[in-house]
């Protein structure tokens, strides 16, 4: 070591510095300076997996965080993700990162509907670190297309990611196509319940936290191979109800109808400028998905673990949470026939009025 030289650092401390400064980078939309620093780490011999999942996974949870405590705007968040996808794309890139396939062939997508590509991404960069062929399909992948590229590859396995729990129908139906023609497939992302119960449920032959978890199940054996199931699409014998279908139809109506009383029901609202109007809208819109994704499940939790996170998610932008009892109520006005619609809407209405730790971001 010449005069002057700083120590060099243990690998944990490297890895905490490191992801300081790619903070610093992105949280300026700098996007030269935060390739040029994974770059960087990998040229000082820096594990790649180590910069993938401990350094910009690490970093992207950040951002995150800063989004939902109101930090920073939508537009910024977007931004972040942005150059954070370009890092993982650069170090993809990178002498250190090329590994000759020596494994099976994984095909990793997001769900129909999942916008959250950078999870999948990732999962697919240590797959190839670790050895595999892969074939990374991004996000908003519908089933009949993931289904025929399965035909043409003859995948050992699928890897299917999503992040927002309304997503989870459609993760159903790509599972159970999957299935269909013999390929198991793992799961993994927020969406999926943080135990996985929700991969349980929907009949994936696996489930994993995240990327590392992924790529360690994956290493150990095959996944097990799809059986033909007995129950014949009676998974979830709830459905029968029809409670998910007709909401799911009549969102836009229900939506219209919630939004027109509750100027009535919270007179708050009159004062709203068009801006506010447009995010009551919206958000009552996320309401009736996420009580739609609830019925699917039969999931009571899923509905309040939400209605909490919006509650927080208001406060923190400033946005007193009271208009969220008025529109509960309305909407169980609405759907008075749906007795588990109604059960659901009234256990929100209860997690609002309870003393509750803060949530993380819904699943």
């Not at 936290?209 to 992924?214: E, K, P, Y």
């Amino acid at each position: 070591m010449s005069p002057g030289t700083p120590p060099r650092l243990p690998d944990d401390e490297r890895l905490r510095d490191l992801a300081g400064r790619l903070w610093d980078a992105v949280a300026a939309g700098d996007e030269y300076t935060a390739t040029g620093t994974v770059l960087r780490a990998l040229d000082d011999g820096l594990d790649p997996e180590h910069v993938l999942l401990d350094v910009i996974a690490t970093v992207q949870g950040r951002v995150g965080e800063q989004w939902a405590a109101n930090r920073i705007s939508v537009a910024q968040e977007h931004a972040a993700t942005s150059i954070n996808e370009r890092a993982v794309a650069a170090l993809a890139l990178h002498p250190a990162a090329r590994t000759t396939p020596h494994r099976g062939r994984i095909t990793v997508a997001c769900v129909d509907g999942e916008w959250h590509a950078l999870p999948a991404r990732l999962v697919a960069e240590v797959l190839k670190l670790r050895g595999w062929r892969v074939d990374y399909l991004g996000a908003q992948v519908p089933a009949p297309h993931l289904i025929s590229h399965l035909h043409t590859t003859k995948a050992d396995a699928v890897a299917l990611s999503s992040s927002i729990a309304t997503r989870l129908p459609a993760a159903h139906a790509a599972i159970t196509a999957c299935q269909a023609i013999g390929v198991p497939v793992l799961v993994g992302g927020a969406a999926f319940g943080p135990d996985g119960r929700y991969a349980r449920l929907l009949g994936a032959q696996a489930w994993a936290t995240d990327a590392r978890t992924a790529a360690d199940r994956l290493a150990a054996g095959p996944l097990p191979c799809p059986q033909p199931d007995p129950r014949q699409g009676d998974d979830l014998p709830h459905l029968a109800d029809q409670e998910y279908t007709m909401v799911v139809r009549g969102k836009d109506a229900l939506v219209r109808t919630v939004f027109l009383a509750l100027a009535d029901a919270f007179p708050a609202m009159r004062g709203y400028d068009d801006t506010q109007r447009e995010r009551t809208a919206e958000d009552l819109a996320h309401i009736v998905e996420f009580l739609a994704t609830a019925l699917y499940l039969d999931d009571d939790g899923l509905f309040t673990g939400f209605i909490a996170w919006t509650a927080h998610i208001l406060r923190a932008r400033g946005v007193p949470p009271q208009s969220l009892p008025p529109a509960l109520a309305l909407l169980a006005r609405e759907l008075k026939d749906f007795p588990r619609a109604v059960r659901i809407l009234r256990r929100g209405t209860e997690t609002l009025t309870t003393d509750h730790p803060t949530p993380g971001t819904p699943a």
